[in-house]
């Protein structure tokens, strides 16, 4: 049966449905729901389904057992013009159920009507039992080659391209919680590389909250929600977490790095991401060195404010996942670069003194610089949320030859926990052939059976040694690129549960991170500790705090106390004499500011031509530029992306303004609080807001024309980061060079050195 081209079905019916609008209409900016325009109409006419977005990219066309199958990416989706049952029988109703006559009860034989609602209730599958709650990308990761001297992986050799998919993720909270919690974030990258899947399992924060895997529920059960009340979501600020971490000190550094910016990330392209163990690398003389996984950020380290993150909870809870998805759809690729710490690998597996099997604990990279070895740019969004970014299952012993683990006993749990979970989340043993997870390599393995087995396996044989299937599969020696566990001696030891005593010091690393931040980031840190203790029912629980606070460092145990109304006590271990590491602030350098949102002002009767000008400018430079306007719609041919009732400054890094519009007809303070002035304002007083919160959220302001009335309304023009300038593009230019060093601090003095 003929069926018309898709996208040109839906165009025409728009052009006929809504005209002229539509063009104008049409988003140059990110965030487009659907891959062509919707017609006012319902469209009638039958049409195969309509192709992915342009940014959308999807698993590889593989077969259950790695091979390339040639059918395109679509064809994995639906299929043809018309309504089917999941055999394929073509459909002519679905809004109805099969009734005995109109008025009469629903027939048992309506196939379709079970099949509907039987597979809707099973639509859902577990939630990961820890972070639940991410967003996926597909990539490419290049490799500079200079690996090679110290791991044999083919991947890493120079100038290899691997497909790569990311998920990023928050560790506490339900699959439907905020984005900008305080929290640590996964950073999980699978490398579908020719000799096997290699998944480097994350994190932003390089060090973790306990030593031992056996600890990992007891960590997990007291961050997460009450389990009586189930409160509260997502949050680390309350009495059972503040009770663990207080009682288990050595999760006292993990602890300090979530109290710090780290803990409330910018955007997910704006994270460092860590390997945390210490791996061991082999390379093709089967020499092995200890190596620790950094992921160095195009755009730097970034954060957003606390208050920012408490007001983008309500206002976008999605706001991490938006800003992904949008910058890859916006052309501005998220980018890291892969970096290792090399240590030689000697009997007492330590490097300067820090023991590298301790996953709380950190080599300062001034002690052991981190080369780059690699780059990976996400480049397509996923297609379907659910196939592949929910059911993407990542695993620590997915690895590469030339890439092998450690003793350390944290990751030594992980090599467990990951399979055995998904086990349940998946549904069975076989979700290694689920798309997401398929491998780009030749599979041949002797796990038969089981749950949705997708492979067709043939032979007779499935075990080793056999004749039957004349002797296949064989053993890969190293010319066919085996994996080969690195024969690493084990010491002569009595069988104990103990760690050894390198592991027991908890605190000179916790003051070398404090010693490492700018006074604004530890004005934070304060805040934080004032903010999660504050929200703490029992005071025993603050008090015990309050004395790691004091073990770590005066100043911060007194500003906190301070805060709480509570004594400060005095350390009991000696505070340790520690070098600050200079490459923990995220203070003090400058990035680019590809991808980065800039809000711009517009009054409907003002310099129109001006904005039309910066706007282009903003795109030319590689950012988004959002229009806030008195009303939705066109104003001056232009779309608008954002009103004064919509618009808030927490969604934007920068804010201009090109006119100083008078209050909207919508400024009605019993309709929308944020006009409540007790004053009647010139200015529209949502916009009055959005300058006053941009500044306190330490960001650039600019303004030309009308605009800069505005600033002076408001009474910041002249302060630190405030522009003033004769021309949009003067402002932008200005603007742009203040966003470099991501904010204007020098706004607010710190009150400790
Ligand atoms: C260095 C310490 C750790 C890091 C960096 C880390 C990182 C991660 C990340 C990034 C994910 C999300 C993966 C995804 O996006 O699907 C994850 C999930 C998970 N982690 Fe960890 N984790 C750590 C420690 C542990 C430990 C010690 C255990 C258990 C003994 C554990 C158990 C789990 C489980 C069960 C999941 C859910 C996996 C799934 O359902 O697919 N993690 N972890």
């Keep these: 049966m003929e069926t018309s081209k898709p996208a040109e079905a839906v165009k025409n019916a728009v052009k006929t449905a809504s005209g002229k609008i539509a063009d104008a209409l049409t988003p140059d900016v990110p965030g487009a729901p659907g891959s062509a325009p919707p017609s006012v109409e319902e469209p009638t006419t039958p049409h195969d389904p309509l192709p992915p977005k342009p940014e959308q990219g999807a698993p590889q066309t ?10 395109p990416a679509t064809a994995k989706g639906q299929q043809g013009a018309y309504l089917t049952t999941a055999n394929g ?12 006559g109109p008025r009469g009860p629903v027939l048992l034989q309506d196939h379709h009507l079970r099949e509907k609602i039987t597979h809707f209730d099973h639509e859902r599958i577990p939630e990961r039992v820890v972070h639940a709650r991410g967003a996926g990308a597909h990539g490419v990761f290049t490799a500079y080659g200079t690996a090679e001297a110290v791991t044999r992986a083919g991947f890493l050799k120079k100038g ?26 996964g950073f999980a990258t699978k490398f579908y590389t020719d000799e096997g899947t290699f998944d480097l399992v994350g994190n932003n924060i390089p060090v973790f909250f306990i030593q031992d895997a056996i600890k990992f529920p007891d960590i997990i059960h007291a961050g997460k929600p009450h389990p009586d009340r189930e409160i509260p979501q997502a949050q680390s600020a309350h009495d059972t977490f503040w009770d663990f971490v207080s009682l288990h000190t050595e999760a006292q550094h993990h602890t300090i790095w979530n109290m710090s910016d780290r803990g409330i990330p910018r955007s997910y392209r704006t994270m460092e991401g860590f390997g945390v163990h210490t791996f061991r690398l082999v390379n093709e003389a089967g020499e092995t060195v200890l190596a620790k996984f950094h992921w160095k950020p195009k755009l730097g380290v970034h954060s957003l404010t606390w208050e920012e993150a408490q007001l983008i909870g309500g206002i976008d809870p999605d706001f991490h ?14 980018e890291w670069e892969l970096g290792i710490q090399v240590f030689p690998d000697t009997p007492e597996e ?25 780059r990976l740019v996400l480049n397509r969004t996923p297609t379907n949320f659910f196939a ?7 695993h620590l012993g997915h690895l590469p030859p030339g890439i092998d683990v450690t003793n350390d006993p944290l990751l030594q749990g992980r090599l467990f926990s990951y399979v055995d979970t998904q086990l349940t989340r998946l ?4 979700f290694t052939q689920i798309p997401i997870n398929r491998p780009h390599a030749a599979v041949n393995d002797m796990l038969r059976d089981g749950f949705h087995q997708h492979a067709v396996h043939a032979g007779v044989a499935p075990y080793r040694p056999n004749s039957l299937d004349g002797g296949n599969p064989f053993p890969a020696g190293d010319a066919e690129h085996a994996f080969v566990d690195a024969p690493v001696t084990v010491a002569q030891a009595p069988k104990v549960r103990a760690n050894p005593a390198s592991f027991d010091d908890h605190y000179s690393q916790v003051r070398l991170f404090w010693s490492s931040m700018s006074p604004v980031e530890k004005e934070h840190i304060i805040r934080a500790y004032t903010f999660e203790l504050g929200k703490c029912y029992h005071q025993a629980i603050k008090e015990r705090q309050l004395q790691c606070l004091a073990n770590i460092d005066p100043v911060l145990c007194e500003q906190v106390a301070t805060g709480l109304g509570l004594p400060a006590p005095q350390p009991t271990e000696p505070l340790a004499d520690v070098t600050p590491s200079p490459a923990l602030s995220q203070v003090g350098r400058e990035w680019p500011s590809d991808g980065r949102m800039v809000g711009i002002v517009v009054d409907p009767d003002g310099d129109l031509d001006g904005v039309d000008e910066v706007r282009r400018a903003v795109f030319a430079a590689g950012m988004v530029p959002l229009l806030i306007a008195p009303h939705g719609g066109v104003v001056g041919g232009m779309p608008v992306q954002r009103t004064f009732a919509t618009g808030r400054s927490v969604e934007f890094d920068a804010v201009l303004l090109a006119g100083a519009p008078a209050p909207a007809p919508d400024a009605v303070p019993a309709r929308d609080a944020k006009a409540g002035t007790p004053a009647p304002a010139a200015v529209d007083p949502r916009v009055l807001l959005l300058v006053e919160e941009s500044w306190r959220h330490a960001k650039a302001v600019g303004a030309w024309g009308a605009g800069v009335a505005v600033l002076e309304q ?9 522009v003033t300038a004769g021309s949009g593009a003067e402002a932008l230019a200005a603007v742009q060079q203040l966003m470099a060093a991501h904010r204007v601090w020098e706004r607010f003095p710190a009150t400790v050195a």
């Design 62 to 71: 593989r077969t259950p057992t790695g091979a390339e199958t040639g059918v």
């Design 89 to 100: 029988a073509r459909l002519r109703d679905t809004d109805h159920s099969l009734k005995a």
């Design 160 to 185: 290899r391209e691997t497909d790569v998919f990311v998920r990023f993720s928050t560790v506490l909270g339900s699959r439907g919680s905020a984005d900008t919690v305080r929290d640590t974030r």
């Design 321 to 334: 996942r938006r800003d992904l998805y949008d910058a890859i759809e916006a052309g501005a690729y998220p």
């Design 350 to 374: 330590t490097f300067a003194g820090v023991d590298l099997l301790d996953p709380t604990k950190i080599v300062p990279e001034e002690l052991a610089e981190v080369q780059p070895i690699g």
């Design 388 to 394: 592949e970014t929910e059911q993407v299952a990542f």
């Design 427 to 430: 549904g069975g043993p076989n």
């Design 714 to 722: 408001v009474g910041v023009a002249g302060t630190p980061g405030v």
